[in-house]
């Protein structure tokens, strides 16, 4: 079992920035990747961005020049650096995680709890 556990969400004005991580712990021999969803009221969870062991990264259009998403592989976390926020980034923000138990083994898709990210004035 893989447990995420994320942090760093809050109220910010609009334009502001905000700094979430993600740390994972518990049994797995591997993660493969780790990203960050999103959902705001009454619409459905979306990518946000996404990185994989190698550094690689994927942004939503969206999200492209105002996130930024790294990882520490030896800590085991993701973190997303939010600038310029706009009120429509109002949402739940979810950590997620693809992990392998054991080396060559098959991938099991993980979510955290998730934090509210609310920008207004």
């Known amino acids: 079992q893989v447990q995420l556990v994320e942090s760093g969400g809050g109220l910010v004005q609009p334009g502001g920035s905000l700094r979430l991580s993600c740390a994972a712990s518990g049994s797995f021999r591997s993660i493969v990747s780790m990203g960050w969803y999103r959902q705001a009221p009454g619409k459905q969870r979306e990518l946000v961005a996404t990185?994989?062991?190698?550094?690689?990264?994927n942004y939503a259009d969206s999200m492209k020049g105002r996130f930024a998403i790294s990882r520490d592989n030896a800590k085991n976390m993701v973190t997303l650096q939010m600038n310029s926020l706009k009120p429509d980034d109002t949402a739940v923000y979810y950590c997620?995680?693809?992990?392998?138990?054991?080396?060559?083994?098959?991938?099991?898709?993980?979510w955290g709890q998730g934090t509210q990210v609310t920008v207004s004035s």
């Open positions: 997620n995680a693809n992990v392998r138990t054991y080396l060559g083994g098959p991938i099991f898709n993980y």
């Open positions: 990185i994989i062991s190698g550094g690689t990264t």
